[in-house]
Each structure stands twice: as C-alpha cells, then as structure tokens.
C-alpha cells in the first residue's frame, strides 16, 4: 500500500544552506551522512588503495566543512565545487605521503595522473556517479513507500520487460501491472527531482 513520501524534503530548507551554518551540527550530521558514502564510492572508481579511504574521506569532509561557507552555486554547481575539492585534495594526500617516502609506487602513479586530469574530466566522472548514487538512494525511499509486488514490477520495467511479460511472470492482471509501473516511476521521479534540489541547492 502505498504510503506518504518526500515530506521531509517539501518542508526543508535546502541542506547545503543548513549545513553552511557552523553553529547547525544537526544539518553537518546529514550532509556526512549523504555524502561521506558518496565520497568513499568516488575514491574506489579513482582506484585508490582501501587502505587510504577512510584517511581521506576525512581529509575532504574536514575541507569541505571548512569551506563549505564560501560556496556560492552562482559561480559553480556544487557537484563542480565537489570535484575540485575531491581531486585537489588526493592530490594534496598522496604528495604529502610520498614527501614521507610512505606512499608506494602506485599511488605516485595516482597522485601524477590526478596532477594531469583536468578538473573537468574529474567532474563529469562524479556527474554520472552522482545519477547512479541518487536513483539508488531514490529507489531505497521507494521500497518505503510502496508493496513489494510495486517495486518487483517497476523493477522488471527499469530490466526492459513488456507489460505482458510482467504480467506473465508475477501472474498479474495487465492492467494492474500497467498502473502499478507508472505509480510508482511517477513517484520515482518525483522522488530524485526532491532529493537533487535538497543535496545540490
């Protein structure tokens, strides 16, 4: 049965505004909360080593909170902004550990490759991330709202099936599959265009 969704996001002020407030402890926790997985998922697709994530992710979240005041979207994006930081910052990590001769042969191959990469080519790696990332995120709030055998049809749609072959395999009325695919793709995309206007804005 579907139930109530995206409220939350309706009657908030954007989190990037609350989170710019160093006195709003509470907005900080839930931009680290969002964004602290995203920033793990970017530094495994930048094949850097596990054993450096969580050294990392801190030093970009300790950047971030720092910096995060003078951000204005009306000079960049926030995912653009996100980027510099991102690439500036394992940068700045591995030629920190390879002035300490800690750093191994691989990531001096890293930290050159990043010197090289323009920040454009870093961003559009982190654009098409940031879709995966938030239609995940949008497809978990949907498994909230909405029965199992919803969820199982929109998925099998998403997978490319007909109408017919839905119906066929959950032994489901045609009809019914139809309406339930398009309640809850409308609610989908509802769902991603609240949860990008509250973490980008």
């Known amino acids: 049965m579907e139930r109530g969704?995206?409220?939350?996001w309706e009657t908030r002020h954007s989190l990037l505004i609350r989170a710019k407030d160093p006195s709003n402890e509470e907005a900080w926790a839930e931009f680290?909360?969002?964004?602290?997985?995203?920033?793990?998922?970017?530094?495994?697709?930048?094949?850097?080593n596990?054993?450096?994530f969580y050294d990392l992710v801190q030093d970009i979240l300790v950047k971030l909170w720092k910096n995060l005041n003078s951000y204005e979207e009306r000079r960049a994006k926030f995912r653009s902004w996100l980027a510099f930081v991102v690439r500036n910052t394992v940068y700045d990590y591995f030629d920190r550990e390879k002035r300490r001769n800690k750093a191994l042969r691989r990531?001096?191959?890293?930290?050159?490759?990043?010197?090289?990469?323009?920040?454009?080519?870093v961003e559009a790696m982190i654009e098409k991330?940031?879709?995966?990332?938030?239609?995940?995120?949008?497809?978990?709030?949907?498994?909230?709202?909405?029965?199992g055998k919803a969820i199982r049809v929109f998925s099998l749609s998403l997978d490319g099936m007909s109408i017919e072959q839905i119906a066929e395999q959950l032994n489901l009325q045609k009809t019914s599959v139809y309406t339930l695919r398009n309640r809850v793709k409308a609610r989908y995309i509802k769902e991603i265009?609240?949860?990008?206007?509250?973490?980008?804005?």
Do not use: C
């Open 129 to 147: 991330e940031w879709i995966i990332y938030v239609t995940d995120l949008a497809m978990q709030r949907m498994e909230k709202v909405f029965s």
């Open 107 to 121: 990531e001096h191959e890293i930290a050159n490759h990043l010197r090289e990469t323009p920040v454009t080519e």
């Open 32 to 48: 680290v909360t969002y964004y602290e997985k995203f920033i793990y998922h970017l530094l495994h697709r930048l094949n850097i």
């Open 193 to 201: 265009h609240a949860l990008m206007g509250q973490l980008e804005r």
């Open 5 to 8: 969704v995206s409220e939350e």
């Open 50 to 52: 596990a054993d450096d």
